[in-house]
């Protein structure tokens, strides 16, 4: 089995929640026209090892962003050490290639040997007005502030993933209610997923995003998922730190990021 292959099973359940899905050899193309300004439900997922072409990809995926009124054109390259020309023809197109490192947890995190405060987690049960301002709060963090944008995220997440069992963990209070840290977790076909780790500026240095990502990963493994994955930027400190909690560095994935075409 490919090392790939748990997360790839998850990916293809999770995309399967939106619109539209349409096979390909190569992998698939994900549309939803409800969402047309999220990436996430609009991209194409190249999984293949065989060399395919950026002209390949395009003859699906454009006709696919125009049904579904996508602003941006996305693409994901899970082996992007078999997919060279695929990448050097888009970069040479002028397109921004970014790379991701996957990270993956065996079972649950290690015993923590000093203090922790992994307990003070607290799993999100009230999806309230206050949640909602943390969830768009937090969102600016990753550098999404149109409000649009912003919306139709709210409208995913309310509608399309917490339905589909996503869950939500939180670290602090403050007096407008707002939590310090937030955390996503979803377990899909057996396999856990952990996104949008955050902790806001004001509330760094100070242990959050260890504890929270602890919490939320010893509750996927209590969930049934045998591994547990996220996403990170490769040379960021957030690396470091989901290794002390017992993450391995797995593989880079490739993908960019560009307006959709008139």
């Known amino acids: 089995m490919s090392e790939l292959e748990p997360l790839l099973a998850l990916w293809r359940a999770q995309d399967a929640l939106f619109e539209r899905v349409e096979p390909a050899w190569w992998g698939a193309v994900v549309s939803d026209a409800r969402y047309p300004r999220v990436q996430e439900p609009n991209y194409a997922r190249v999984e293949a090892r065989s060399p395919v072409t950026l002209g390949e990809i395009e003859a699906m995926l454009l006709p696919a962003l125009q049904r579904s009124g996508a602003a941006r054109s996305h693409v994901v390259v899970l082996h992007p050490e078999e ?101 996503a977790m979803l377990v899909l076909e057996g396999v856990g997923y952990l996104e949008h780790v955050v902790t806001f500026p004001d509330a760094r240095r100070r242990g959050y995003a260890g504890s929270i990502v602890r919490r939320a990963a010893t509750e ?20 470091r730190i989901y290794e002390r909690l017992g993450f391995e560095r797995l593989t880079h994935i490739a993908s960019w990021l560009s307006p959709a075409p008139d």
């Not at 996927?220 to 690396?239: F, I, K, M, S, V």
């Open 220 to 239: 996927a493994t209590a969930q049934g998922a045998a591994r547990t994955y996220l996403l990170t930027d490769p040379e960021g400190a957030a690396a």
């Open 83 to 183: 997919q060279t020309e695929l990448l050097a023809e888009a970069s040479t197109r002028g397109e921004r290639l970014t790379f991701d490192l996957v990270m993956v947890l065996e079972g649950s995190p290690p015993p923590h040997a000093g203090p922790d405060i992994s307990d003070a987690a607290r799993e999100v049960s009230n999806f309230d007005d206050a949640f909602w301002s943390a969830h768009r709060a937090s969102a600016r963090l990753f550098d999404i502030t149109d409000e649009a944008t912003l919306d139709q995220l709210q409208a995913m997440e309310a509608d399309r993933f917490l339905p589909a069992g996503r869950r939500w963990f939180a670290l602090g209070d403050r007096e407008d209610g707002r939590p310090d840290a937030l955390a």
